[in-house]
Structures are given as structure tokens and as C-alpha cells.
């Protein structure tokens, strides 16, 4: 499986971007599409997530309510809206795929090289 971020740029606080994931390959093999972020000097922390068979979604706390993840109608892309930006929010955002919508990275087995968010003050 093969993932590729796009969407990501500087916006002000308060501001959207809305994130994308192409996925290709095997993408039958996992059922779950997450994105994940890492600012500098931190671990890498989940975002939200979502299942291909059920639609079930999970969000961190501190994205839930202004971020939302979907799905496109083929098995091959996810999306991230995200709405009222915060300067928090500036990471380096990362698409995963893996067995189940869970937080920890250790469900994901593929991951994308990333799309940089800043969100300036």
C-alpha cells in the first residue's frame, strides 16, 4: 500500500484546510485510514480515523468538534476538514492504513511521507 498526502500549507488561526490521501495497492488489506501528526521535538499523536467497512470514526479530543475525516467513494482516499485552525495545530500531518481505527500507531502499517501544517497566530 502506497500513501501520498497533499493539501497541507499556511492558514491563519481560525482559518480550514482540508487534507487528502491517495492510497494505492493493496488498499483491500487494511480497513482503517488514519491521519496522524508530529510538531517538532514531539511523538507523533493521532488525529482521527475511520474504517472502510463500517464507517466508524474516532478523533483525538483535541481535534474533535473542528476536524472531520471522511472517505472518498473508491477504496483510495481519505480526507481531513479541518476547521477554526489553531496555532497548535501546526505539524507535519501523516495518512495511515492498518487493521482497525485505534489510536496507537503500532495498528498502522503503512504510512504516507507526510504534508506540512502551519497555522500562524
Known amino acids: 500500500v502506497q500513501l501520498v498526502e497533499s493539501g497541507g500549507g499556511l492558514v491563519q488561526a481560525g482559518g480550514s484546510l482540508r487534507l487528502s490521501c491517495a492510497a494505492s495497492g493493496r488498499t483491500f488489506s487494511s480497513d482503517a485510514m488514519a491521519w496522524f501528526r508530529q510538531a517538532p521535538g514531539e511523538e507523533r499523536e493521532f488525529v482521527a480515523a475511520?474504517?472502510?467497512?463500517?464507517?466508524?470514526?474516532n478523533y483525538a479530543d483535541s481535534v474533535k468538534d473542528r476536524f472531520t475525516i471522511s472517505r472518498g467513494s473508491a477504496r483510495n482516499t481519505v480526507y481531513l476538514q479541518m476547521n477554526s485552525l489553531k496555532p497548535e495545530d501546526t505539524a507535519v500531518y501523516y495518512c495511515?492504513?492498518?487493521?482497525?481505527?485505534?489510536?496507537?500507531?503500532?495498528?498502522?502499517?503503512?504510512w504516507g511521507q507526510g504534508t506540512q501544517v502551519t497555522v500562524s497566530s
Open positions: 475511520e474504517t472502510w467497512s463500517g464507517g466508524s470514526t
Open positions: 495511515a492504513a492498518g487493521a482497525a481505527a485505534w489510536s496507537s500507531p503500532l495498528w498502522y502499517d503503512y
